[in-house]
């Protein structure tokens, strides 16, 4: 089929490529490349409305501590080098192919890997490098893809050029490969390429072009084996980087759990040794499944203490990526007694929504919202009042990679519900292989809505979201105690009467 025997069809490279993303993304969910949760434009609302969404909890051992993302999660990377109010905006900067090019070439491969000659400088910081590893285990080829789409889209589109069927199908597919191998050109460089070999625009025409190249040109490409030759170079591209620039000696935990997921998406686990020579507990630093892995290849990394704290971080781990968490900001919570026996389980999850705000009464649509780790083994207990004395430890899972993150509790209602209950110390991972202990002072009269929401401009839904959870489950208990005081005092006074009887 040719694209002039094509119907007549709107199109926007944009739109279709995420489209034909889509259709390519519930492929691979089917596959078991993704694991078991809630994606982030798929959480559920109250009584989990959107259950068709949920993901297979039976996924491929090997990805279950990775997620793939289409869209502004796969675009955007933790950690990467960025202003303040870009880390306001956001959370993570979006980073452009293009910015991982000159990572590359600033790391002395550019010429290497057949990427654009420019000079060498001093090499990427580490961070870069990190952010180039992730980049690679995140981005899968539909979304690179786009790339091209954007590129071809503009060209045809905002620069009103167009091309023969011929010229466009040759064009597409080399612009399609140079996008997979990080090498696809702008609008710009695109129009000088081609050249000559431009026509008069029709817009018309330009559609079902592209209506061509979404529907039939790109699942095949994708479906090729150039396209797992892509995947492949991008993960060889990463590590390779890396060794060339990191400093002998210098020990990096996210580096290094970067480093071997990469190798063993690669089935290359003799690169893993360095790993045994990480001086941690690897509990601590990284996920289960990822240790799982790590056995399963014949690696041990250097083993740990006989605490128990340890095996309550893996625990902990294994609830935040459990079945209803969310897709980002994984954190898992474990409550204890003070002899550290279990008490509550906790992670964090979609919620009901919150009514309108009282500053907009015009405005009644709901708020989505989410209920924190903490505050949730909170709501498991039978009582608050159990948590007195009590320790939790908290865990952060990466968003991309196998490590463990910062996990300290938030300022939105977590830490303030965890002094005025009684917790007496709080553990959470500090993202290199630690664990950082806390003792929390006892604020039996802490104001929670004004420390937190009650106060705030913005609208802070998840600590509001956590005092009225907290709040019901008071007056539940209330209501429990009423109860159970009026049915002993029944008793009682029947058992008087049965004894003047």
Same mark, same amino acid.
């Given at each position: 089929?040719?694209?002039?025997?094509?119907?007549?069809?709107?199109?926007?490279?944009?739109?279709?490529?995420?489209?034909?993303?889509?259709?390519?993304?519930?492929?691979?969910?089917?596959?078991?490349?993704?694991?078991?949760?809630?994606?982030?434009?798929?959480?559920?609302?109250?009584?989990?409305?959107?259950?068709?969404?949920?993901?297979?909890?039976?996924?491929?051992?090997?990805?279950?501590?990775?997620?793939?993302?289409?869209?502004?999660?796969?675009?955007?990377?933790?950690?990467?080098?960025?202003?303040?109010?870009?880390?306001?905006?956001?959370?993570?900067?979006?980073?452009?192919?293009?910015?991982?090019?000159?990572?590359?070439?600033?790391?002395?491969?550019?010429?290497?890997?057949? +990427?654009?000659?420019?000079?060498?400088?001093?090499?990427?910081?580490?961070?870069?490098?990190?952010?180039?590893?992730?980049?690679? +285990?995140?981005?899968?080829?539909?979304?690179?893809?786009?790339?091209?789409?954007?590129?071809?889209?503009?060209?045809?589109?905002?620069?009103?050029?167009?091309?023969?069927?011929?010229?466009?199908?040759?064009?597409?597919?080399?612009?399609?490969?140079? @996008?997979?191998?990080?090498?696809?050109?702008?609008? @710009?460089?695109?129009?000088?390429?081609?050249?000559?070999?431009?026509?008069?625009?029709?817009?018309?025409?330009?559609?079902?072009?592209?209506?061509?190249?979404?529907?039939?040109?790109?699942?095949?490409?994708?479906?090729?084996?150039?396209?797992?030759?892509?995947?492949?170079?991008?993960?060889?591209?990463?590590?390779?980087?890396?060794?060339?620039?990191?400093?002998?000696?210098?020990?990096?935990?996210?580096?290094?759990?970067?480093?071997?997921?990469?190798?063993?998406?690669?089935?290359?686990?003799?690169?893993?040794?360095?790993?045994?020579?990480?001086?941690?507990?690897?509990?601590?630093?990284?996920?289960?499944?990822?240790?799982?892995?790590?056995?399963?290849?014949?690696?041990?990394?250097?083993?740990?203490?006989?605490?128990?704290?340890?095996?309550?971080?893996?625990?902990?781990?294994?609830?935040?990526?459990?079945?209803?968490?969310?897709?980002?900001?994984?954190?898992?919570?474990?409550?204890?007694?003070?002899?550290?026996?279990?008490?509550?389980?906790?992670?964090?999850?979609?919620?009901?929504?919150?009514?309108?705000?009282?500053?907009?009464?015009?405005?009644?649509?709901?708020?989505?919202?989410?209920?924190?780790?903490?505050?949730?083994?909170?709501?498991?207990?039978?009582?608050?009042?159990?948590?007195?004395?009590?320790?939790?430890?908290?865990?952060?899972?990466?968003?991309?990679?196998?490590?463990?993150?910062?996990?300290?509790?938030?300022?939105?209602?977590?830490?303030?519900?965890?002094?005025?209950?009684?917790?007496?110390?709080?553990?959470?991972?500090?993202?290199?292989?630690?664990?950082?202990?806390?003792?929390?002072?006892?604020?039996?009269?802490?104001d929670v809505p004004y420390k937190t929401f009650a106060r705030r401009v913005g609208d802070d839904r998840i600590s509001e979201r956590a005092w009225l959870d907290v709040a019901s489950k008071m007056q539940e208990e209330s209501e429990k105690w009423?109860?159970?005081?009026?049915?002993?005092?029944?008793?009682?006074?029947?058992?008087?009467?049965?004894?003047?009887?």
């Amino acid at each position: 089929m040719t694209a002039l025997s094509l119907p007549m069809e709107r199109h926007t490279g944009r739109s279709a490529g995420a489209f034909e993303g889509r259709k390519h993304l519930a492929l691979r969910k089917r596959c078991g490349f993704f694991a078991a949760g809630w994606t982030a434009d798929s959480a559920p609302g109250p009584g989990l409305r959107c259950s068709s969404r949920l993901l297979l909890s039976a996924v491929a051992l090997r990805a279950r501590w990775r997620l793939e993302h289409l869209g502004r999660e796969a675009w955007e990377i933790e950690g990467w080098p960025c202003s303040r109010a870009t880390r306001k905006r956001s959370g993570h900067p979006r980073v452009t192919t293009e910015s991982l090019r000159k990572v590359v070439v600033g790391a002395g491969l550019g010429d290497r890997f057949q +990427l654009r000659s420019v000079s060498e400088g001093v090499f990427p910081e580490p961070a870069k490098l990190k952010g180039l590893m992730k980049a690679a +285990l995140a981005r899968c080829n539909e979304l690179l893809a786009q790339d091209a789409l954007r590129s071809l889209s503009r060209l045809l589109r905002t620069r009103k050029l167009s091309l023969a069927a011929d010229d466009f199908e040759e064009v597409a597919g080399r612009l399609l490969q140079a @996008a997979l191998f990080m090498q696809c050109p702008n609008e @710009a460089e695109l129009e000088a390429e081609l050249g000559s070999r431009c026509i008069t625009a029709d817009l018309a025409w330009n559609e079902r072009l592209m209506s061509h190249l979404v529907k039939e040109l790109l699942p095949q490409h994708l479906a090729s084996r150039a396209a797992l030759e892509a995947q492949r170079f991008r993960w060889r591209l990463a590590l390779d980087c890396w060794d060339r620039c990191s400093t002998e000696g210098s020990v990096d935990v996210e580096g290094a759990g970067l480093y071997g997921a990469i190798c063993l998406e690669l089935g290359e686990p003799s690169r893993l040794r360095g790993l045994e020579r990480l001086d941690i507990d690897p509990r601590l630093a990284f996920q289960p499944a990822f240790l799982e892995d790590l056995r399963d290849c014949g690696v041990c990394p250097a083993p740990g203490s006989d605490h128990p704290l340890p095996e309550l971080v893996q625990r902990a781990a294994l609830a935040a990526g459990g079945m209803g968490a969310v897709a980002r900001r994984r954190h898992g919570a474990i409550l204890v007694d003070a002899n550290l026996n279990i008490l509550a389980e906790g992670f964090n999850h979609m919620a009901a929504p919150l009514g309108p705000r009282r500053r907009a009464p015009l405005k009644t649509k709901l708020r989505e919202t989410q209920r924190h780790a903490e505050v949730h083994c909170l709501l498991q207990l039978p009582r608050l009042k159990d948590a007195m004395g009590g320790q939790m430890v908290v865990v952060e899972l990466a968003d991309v990679g196998p490590g463990l993150g910062w996990a300290e509790p938030c300022s939105r209602g977590c830490i303030h519900l965890l002094k005025k209950y009684g917790v007496a110390k709080v553990h959470f991972t500090d993202g290199h292989g630690g664990l950082v202990s806390r003792d929390l002072p006892h604020c039996p009269h802490l104001d929670v809505p004004y420390k937190t929401f009650a106060r705030r401009v913005g609208d802070d839904r998840i600590s509001e979201r956590a005092w009225l959870d907290v709040a019901s489950k008071m007056q539940e208990e209330s209501e429990k105690w009423r109860y159970s005081k009026m049915k002993k005092v029944k008793l009682e006074i029947l058992q008087a009467a049965l004894d003047q009887a």
